[in-house]
């Protein structure tokens, strides 16, 4: 769903805010007429539901301020999956209830330091309260310099770093390896780390590897499917960011892209070791984007161009402003995308699906998704 709007800077900053808190938090206010669609009203005056039963952490909140977007929910049935995936920020555990239908909790991360060491690890035990699943621990590293420094043997600090994922490997049901910035002649060496991560941990803990998104094989792949499920147990397609921050705007993740990454993954990895990644959060791009590094050259141009002829002064150092109209796209997920997606992943005969993440969800969405 596309949604458009025009404003002034100030306008188009504060709709940002608006869209990073709901994306980034989870956070939505929803007024009671969000929920017609799923009431009923009987010959008594009370009211029955035509959705299915809305676990707790997602009853749908009031709020007296208007709301462009009335949320809409889909015609059917829930749709089931045998295993659905979910991550969780560390510190925002308080995001996650019990009552999702979620078998496998990914706790997001351990992130790896300069010193190939754990920045800080995070602790399970927030989560096991009420929750019987299994629990993940992420590992990331960010930055290419460092995860060639961590996954390279010849520094002597890959030993290190498998020794200390084995040790926090106990207190997890399993461990994730999601690194992303993997410098191109490193592939060799993150496989073998890979294989040292799996036999450092044993097989009694789980052993998963996300991976980006691909439509076809790549020559030379860093992320090869073939080679890479080969040594875990689940293989987490990230089939998201189709558009990104940097991109023209689009849909995060739009439902023929999405059909093709399955295509392709389904090819290659079996379907008991296949999760199908999909997205809660959304994105907006400004057009057009004025923040920028300017010659001296130029100044005059660009307040000539926006009607600006006053110059000011801050401790001597001069600045102007403008005002000037901009467009503000913003792509999202609601629950009928989403449910959408799941149904088109059942059709094709996915059974494990992950979402990233818990918190930036429609909430809503929750009923209409079952275990089977």
């Avoid at 300069?114 to 690890?121: C, K, L």
């Avoid at 994105?283 to 923040?291: K, L, V």
């Avoid at 150092?317 to 999202?332: D, L």
Wanted: aromatic share 12%; proline share 5%; with cysteine.
């Amino acid at each position: 769903m596309k949604k458009k709007l025009i404003a002034t800077v100030a306008s188009s900053v504060a709709f940002l805010l608006i869209a990073a808190i709901a994306y980034a938090s989870g956070s939505k206010d929803v007024r009671a007429a969000d929920i017609e669609q799923a009431v009923v009203p009987q010959a008594d005056g009370s009211v029955t539901s035509n959705a299915p039963a809305m676990p707790e952490a997602a009853k749908l909140t009031t709020a007296t301020n208007n709301t462009a977007y009335i949320r809409e929910l889909p015609d059917g049935d829930p749709v089931g999956f045998h295993e659905v995936w979910g991550y969780v920020m560390s510190g925002r555990e308080s995001e996650f209830d019990a009552s999702m239908p979620i078998t496998d909790l990914c706790l997001f991360s351990a992130d790896i330091n300069s010193y190939g060491e754990f920045a800080s690890i995070p602790d399970p035990t927030a989560l096991k309260r009420n929750y019987k699943g299994r629990v993940h621990l992420v590992i990331t590293c960010e930055g290419r310099s460092l995860t060639h420094f961590c996954i390279d043997p010849q520094y002597g600090v890959r030993k290190k770093l498998i020794a200390e994922i084995a040790k926090a490997a106990k207190r997890y049901d399993g461990i994730q390896i999601d690194f992303e910035t993997i410098p191109a002649r490193d592939a060799a060496n993150f496989r073998s780390f890979l294989g040292d991560v799996r036999a450092a941990i044993g097989n009694e803990k789980w052993f998963s590897v996300a991976v980006p998104a691909r439509i076809r094989e790549i020559s030379d792949d860093i992320f090869n499917y073939k080679k890479i499920v080969q040594l875990a147990d689940r293989v987490i397609i990230m089939a998201y960011d189709e558009h990104w921050s940097g991109s023209k705007p689009g849909p995060i993740a739009s439902m023929e892209w999405c059909r093709k990454v399955a295509e392709y993954a389904s090819s290659v990895i079996p379907q008991k070791k296949l999760v199908m990644g999909l997205p809660f959060y959304g994105r907006t791009w400004q057009s057009p984007s004025n923040a920028s590094a300017w010659y001296f050259s130029g100044v005059n141009r660009i307040m000539n161009e926006n009607n600006a002829h006053t110059i000011s002064r801050e401790d001597g150092i001069p600045y102007f402003s403008f005002e000037t109209t901009v467009t503000v796209t913003g792509y999202f997920e609601d629950t009928i995308s989403l449910v959408n997606r799941c149904r088109m992943y059942q059709s094709m005969d996915v059974r494990k699906i992950a979402f990233w993440r818990i918190g930036q969800e429609d909430p809503s969405f929750w009923p209409w998704l079952m275990l089977d």
